[in-house]
């Protein structure tokens, strides 16, 4: 079955260390896509790539890197200048010219 | 200034019963898409609807329909026939697109948390 695959599921880190969030895609999609999700809040734009090796920053890049070099994958990188890593991350996939939008299960980060 | 706007942080419905969710949005694009996705305790978003800018009839998903209201600029989400397992959270979001490259982006209201009574 396509769709998006995020792991790990669970991820704790412990604070100052860099941590990577995979998110693989096998739907042939364009776009990907990372979102933050913090309690009670919607969800915010990190990064954003329409095509490999191309990616763009979102509303609140500061503290993360991302990489685009395959189609498929789409790697969040949570550095240790990212004050307050700990939340919920959502990625997100997209086929130019639709508007449908898939999305992964989610990373749920903890920095100890 | 908020793009999208949930003002009820949380509702509750008997189960059988109507439930409307409010969402107001904010845009001076002609051309602009409005989501709405339930999104569970365990995390992942689930599609419910969507509604087009130019779609003339409001969109309808089984037991979803979407209120949609242009002038007023408001997109709300009925749920009819209300079920227990559609206790969750719902976040409205609207496609905004970028003129150059055809890149577009979702932007999230904060949610709506349901809880519907037995």
């Known amino acids: 079955d396509g769709g998006i695959t995020q792991s790990p599921k669970y991820l704790f880190r412990k604070e100052g260390q860099n941590v990577t969030l995979s998110c693989e895609q096998n739907l042939n999609h364009d776009a990907m896509y990372w979102y933050r999700q913090d309690p009670g809040q919607g969800l915010r734009l990190i990064y954003y790539s329409q095509i490999v090796n191309d990616f763009q920053k979102g509303d609140i890049a500061e503290g993360y890197s991302v990489s685009r070099e395959k189609k498929e994958s789409f790697p969040l990188t949570v550095t240790s200048a990212q004050k307050n890593p700990t939340a919920f991350y959502l990625c997100a996939s997209r086929h130019t010219g639709d508007y449908g939008y898939t999305f992964g299960s989610g990373t749920r980060l903890t920095v100890v | 200034a908020q793009k999208i706007t949930q003002t009820q942080p949380g509702m509750f419905v008997q189960e059988k019963e109507a439930v409307t969710l409010d969402c107001t949005y904010d845009?001076?694009?002609?051309?602009?898409?409005l989501f709405w996705y339930k999104q569970p305790s365990s995390g992942e978003m689930i599609f419910l609807i969507y509604?087009?800018?130019?779609?003339?009839q409001n969109a309808t998903e089984g037991r979803y329909s979407l209120n949609f209201q242009k002038a007023r600029k408001s997109a709300n989400l009925v749920i009819s026939a209300s079920q227990l397992g559609d206790s969750a959270m719902y976040f409205c979001a609207m496609r905004e697109f970028y003129p150059q490259g055809g890149s577009e982006k979702l932007v999230f209201g904060k949610g709506t948390k349901l809880t519907v009574n037995p």
């Open positions: 509604q087009g800018s130019y779609d003339e």
């Open positions: 845009t001076s694009d002609q051309s602009y898409g």
